[in-house]
Every structure is written in C-alpha cells, then in structure tokens.
C-alpha cells in the first residue's frame, strides 16, 4: 500500500469483520523522536494463537473467497524497511491491538495519505461500532468518537451530508492545528 492511511484503513476493516463494538485509532507523529507510530486496538472475537504465530505470513488469511491476506504483511514490511516493527497482541474473545512504528524521517515511510477522507468512511460506514480516533504530533493532539458525535448530534445520523461535510472541516482543521 503506497499510504499509511490505506494501512489504517485495512486494519480497521479486520476489526469490524472480528465483530468489535469499539475500535481505537491512533496515530502518532513525534518530530521530536523521529518516530511515527500507529496503533489500532479493538474489542472483537480476537485471533486464535495458531493464526497470531503466523499472521505475517501472506498466505495467513481468515477470508474464504482468496487464499492469499497482504495487508497485514505489507505493514510488517514497510514498519521493516522503515527500520520499525509491527506487534500484534491479541485474545480470542476479548480483542486485539495493533502496534506499528517507522522512522519518521526515513525516506522509504510511506505519505499519510487522505487520512481525513479514511475516518470519514470508517466513521459514517459503521454507525453500531464507536470509532475513537486520536491523532498526537509531538505533544498536541486531539480526539474525536463516534459515540460522542451521535450523543451530540442526537437523531440525526453520521450520514448526514452536513454532518459529514462537519466531520470533514473538523478533521481538517484539527489535524493542521496539531502542526501549528
């Protein structure tokens, strides 16, 4: 994948696939360290041990219309080749997290890409599921959940033009903030 956002959005899509009701989506970039991190965590079925050992491999994949899974093994890849890693934790029925982190500076770490365009989708295409998003640069950040937006917004759904014309300005601006 040429984008992290294309990765964020790969890996948020195996948690709503494992069932979650809450996915954690957080990405960091410290300046300061030279890193950048992301991390997803969930609360779905989890990944059985035998698969967990084996999870890097391509021809691991829990999909029955093809037998070959890249997602997951081009992260590890590009975490590797970024002088980084890729750590995934996981127990069945409880839920899994995903660690990734690269160099920042390294010339091979693939752009971020249209993250704002990714949370929108993630956001309004899984209106069951609470997506929290925090997004840290250096030591500012910001947060936002779906659970808070429907709380707010009340009877009027995520996929609502202006609301997502709302969530679009707001991802924004908050993450030009950040680089302030």
Known sequence: MKELSMHILDIATNSVRAGASQIFITVHEDIINN????????????????????IKDPFTTSRTLRKVGLGIPLLDENCRLCDGFLEITSL????????SM????????????????TMIGLMTSNENIDICYRHYYNENSFEISTKALQDELEDVPLTSINVIQWLREYL????DALRQ
């Open 35 to 54: 890193a950048f991190r992301f991390d997803i965590e969930d609360n779905g079925k989890g990944i059985p041990d035998d698969i967990l050992r084996t």
């Open 92 to 99: 069945v029925g409880r839920g899994t997290t995903l660690k």
């Open 102 to 117: 690269m160099v920042y500076d390294h010339i091979d770490r693939p752009p971020m890409g249209d993250i704002v365009n």
């Open 172 to 175: 924004s601006e908050s993450i």
